[in-house]
Nanobody, 121 residues
Framework: QVQLVESGGGLVQAGGSLRLSCAAS????????MAWYRQAPGKQRELVAT???????NYKDSVKGRFTISRDNAKNTGYLQMNSLKPEDTAVYYC???????????????WGQGTQVTVSS
């Protein structure tokens, strides 16, 4: 079992920055792909960014060039640096880690409790 604890959310003005952190409870964090999702009121949860165990990253088009996902496996912690924030970035942000059981399609994943990010105009 892996527990994830997010932190770093808050209220910021448009154009500002926040850095979210996701602390994992287990050393196996380094073996998992990490992702950040977000869910705005009345909308479905959407994928924002992912980073593989090897460090390869991918981003939702609307955050490319503004957000940076990273990880520090020695600290079992992942991050999402968010710059040039816009009101439409307002959402609850969730940390996710996942992997597939070797040679199967069985997904193992864990979620954090979420952290609120509010961007005022």
């Amino acid at each position: 079992q892996v527990q994830l604890v997010e932190s770093g959310g808050g209220l910021v003005q448009a154009g500002g920055s926040l850095r979210l952190s996701c602390a994992a409870s287990a050393n196996i964090f380094r073996l998992y792909t990490m992702a950040w999702y977000r869910q705005a009121p009345g909308k479905q949860r959407e994928l924002v960014a992912t980073i593989s165990s090897g460090g390869s990253s991918n981003y939702k088009d609307s955050v490319k060039g503004r957000f940076t996902i990273s990880r520090d496996n020695a600290k079992n912690t992942g991050y999402l640096q968010m710059n040039s924030l816009k009101p439409e970035d307002t959402a609850v942000y969730y940390c996710n880690v996942h992997t597939f059981v070797e040679n199967t399609a069985t997904l193992i994943e864990y979620w954090g409790q979420g952290t609120q990010v509010t961007v005022s105009s």
